[in-house]
């Protein structure tokens, strides 16, 4: 069972209530009681009729609304300006020191980062110089120009080009990495003499038969 001492000529406590309250505690109520005394007389004089009446004694003198405030000519003072802060909006109130916090989660106050990506403490994954000097080293080796080599097959023998017609109407020579490697303009090149060959050819055979007839008339 717990034990207070209780001082009565110096209205004091060992719960500390009376003397931070002014208003005696159960345990001076009860030396009290055993002294056969009014409780009364040991509250503190201001919670008392006769404080109260000399707080108000003096006359309170009304004073203008805002309407017939002078007018200052000093320049108006504006609102801070508003920087919105890093990190996500904290929508939850700000609690008071004495203010009762639920134990059910773990603070992470006074709790030491970690780096997920180079295991050292005092800082995160997006603060790290290491993760960052990667991915720079990635960067430039990806972005890097490409190599002119042909591709080979799967029995190691070069891809060979492939043909496509062009808008303007020749073939165009695309190997599969998708650079043209060559091009053959209509009217140059071994389909235009191919053209011209058969030409020539049909007119040879037309004069051929031209001339068996003449002869067999």
Do not use: I, Q, W
């Given at each position: 069972m717990d034990k207070f001492v209780v001082d009565l000529s110096n209205h004091s406590c060992s719960c500390y209530f009376w003397d931070l309250v002014g208003i005696p505690c159960r345990h001076a109520v009860a030396a009290i009681n055993y002294k056969l005394e009014n409780p009364e007389d040991y509250v503190h004089p201001y919670y008392k009729k006769e404080a109260y009446v000399t707080c108000y004694e003096p006359e309170i003198v009304p004073i203008n609304g805002q309407q017939l405030w002078k007018t200052s000519e000093a320049q108006s003072l504006l609102p801070p300006i508003y920087k919105t802060p890093p990190g996500r909006?904290?929508?939850?109130?700000?609690?008071d020191a004495d203010e009762y916090v639920s134990h059910v989660k773990l603070s992470k106050k006074n709790v030491l980062m970690k780096?997920?990506?180079?295991?050292?403490?005092?800082?995160?994954?997006?603060?790290?110089?290491?993760?960052?000097?990667?991915?720079?080293?990635?960067?430039?080796?990806?972005?890097?120009?490409?190599?002119?080599?042909?591709?080979?097959?799967?029995?190691?023998?070069?891809?060979q080009p492939v043909p496509s017609m062009s808008q303007g109407g020749g073939t165009r020579l695309t190997s599969h990495s998708g650079r043209p490697s060559s091009t053959h303009q209509s009217g140059t090149g071994p389909s235009s003499t191919h053209q011209s060959g058969r030409r020539t050819s049909s007119r040879l055979m037309a004069s051929q038969d031209l001339g068996s007839q003449a002869s067999t008339s």
């Open positions: 909006p904290k929508k939850l109130r700000r609690r780096c997920s990506s180079c295991n050292a403490f005092g800082h995160n994954v997006r603060s790290c110089k290491r993760a960052k000097r990667k991915n720079t080293r990635g960067t430039s080796s990806v972005g890097g120009s490409g190599s002119s080599r042909p591709t080979t097959t799967a029995g190691g023998s070069e891809a």
